[in-house]
């Protein structure tokens, strides 16, 4: 059973800069599409960035593009986040499956506990 943990979240002045990590438990983390979700108080999980296992496209929330890099390397998967706003405040968690059928919440098996951004303006 893969097993994620995210880091890296904490408090941020609006315009600042974050980089969040998650953590596979697997080898064979290299194999899994990964992506990240936010979920706001009151508000739905919402997607934030995927990228495929294999090469190496990647997919972003409009709201984030521009400003949100995902990268990986063979065991982790990071979030690079730049011009932070308030409205980015929210939990976020990361994701990863196997061909994953589309980028909704339902389409993710393994999930992280979450790591809190929040931004202060």
């Known amino acids: 059973q893969l097993q994620l943990v995210e880091s890296g979240g904490g408090l941020v002045q609006a315009g600042g800069s974050l980089t969040l990590s998650c953590e596979a438990s697997?080898?064979?983390?290299?194999?899994?599409?990964v992506a990240w979700f936010r979920q706001a108080p009151e508000k739905e999980r919402e997607f934030v960035a995927a990228m495929q296992g294999t090469g190496s496209s990647t997919t972003y929330a409009d709201s984030v593009k521009g400003r949100f890099t995902i990268f990986r390397d063979n065991l982790r998967v990071f979030l690079h986040m730049k011009s932070l706003k308030p409205e980015d405040t929210a939990v976020y968690y990361c994701?990863?499956?196997?061909?994953?059928?589309?980028?909704?919440?339902?389409?993710?098996?393994?999930w992280g506990q979450g790591t809190q951004v929040t931004v202060s303006s």
């Open positions: 994701a990863a499956t196997v061909s994953p059928t589309s980028l909704a919440r339902h389409s993710w098996k393994y």
């Open positions: 697997e080898r064979t983390f290299s194999n899994y599409d």
